[in-house]
């Protein structure tokens, strides 16, 4: 079994004790804050290594880096391959500044979107943009509804109810 799937077994679970499933996941969240505050620190440093590494590097548990990956893969310049990824695999973290603020808006995550760091990353009126955008993106716009006594989009010339609206 891949660490990846042992992961989201682990974290997604519905069978786990519900309290035990909130403290992995507030733990989780301590630590990807943690990760995510160095990161940001040094945005043009590329930090790379294996997955064990890496977890060293920033004082975590296996199961929680694979996690982290798992959550900043879509982020990266070039994505990791996490579904066959194994302790000694080797892994980067170049991240795209803007496509980590706009997946972290999507993700609701506001401990880490409203990080200090970014301000020196993005401006403020760039960061509202990206946050807009990525709200944007879920809305869905319902398009005009024809009347039945309006002309026919088709271009026939004639009234909607008698030309396309026919049943």
């Known amino acids: 079994m891949s660490l990846l799937t042992e992961w989201r077994e682990e974290a997604y679970s519905q069978e786990n004790d519900p309290k035990k499933n909130q403290r992995l996941w507030e733990h989780y969240f301590a630590v990807e804050k943690g990760i995510y505050e160095q990161l940001l ?5 590329v930090v790379s290594g294996t997955v064990e590494e890496l977890a060293e590097k920033y004082g975590t548990e296996l199961k ?17 391959p996490i579904e066959e990824m194994e302790k000694d695999t080797q892994v980067s973290l170049d991240f795209d500044k803007e496509k980590l603020y ?10 880490l979107y409203g990080l200090e760091a970014w301000d020196s990353l993005l401006t403020p009126e760039r960061r509202k943009e ?12 319902k398009e005009k509804k024809i009347g039945r006594n309006e002309p026919c989009p088709c271009g026939s010339g004639k009234k909607y109810k008698f030309c396309c609206g026919k049943n």
Do not use: C, H
Not at 41 to 45: F, H, I, K, V
Not at 64 to 80: A, E, Y
Not at 130 to 141: D, F, H, I, N, P
């Open 41 to 45: 620190a040094e945005p043009d440093t």
């Open 64 to 80: 929680i880096m694979v996690g982290f990956l798992d959550g900043i893969n879509d982020s990266l310049k070039t994505p990791n």
């Open 130 to 141: 990206l946050y807009r955008e990525q709200k944007a993106s879920g809305t869905v716009v």
């Open 102 to 111: 706009y997946n972290m808006v999507e993700a609701k995550a506001d401990w």
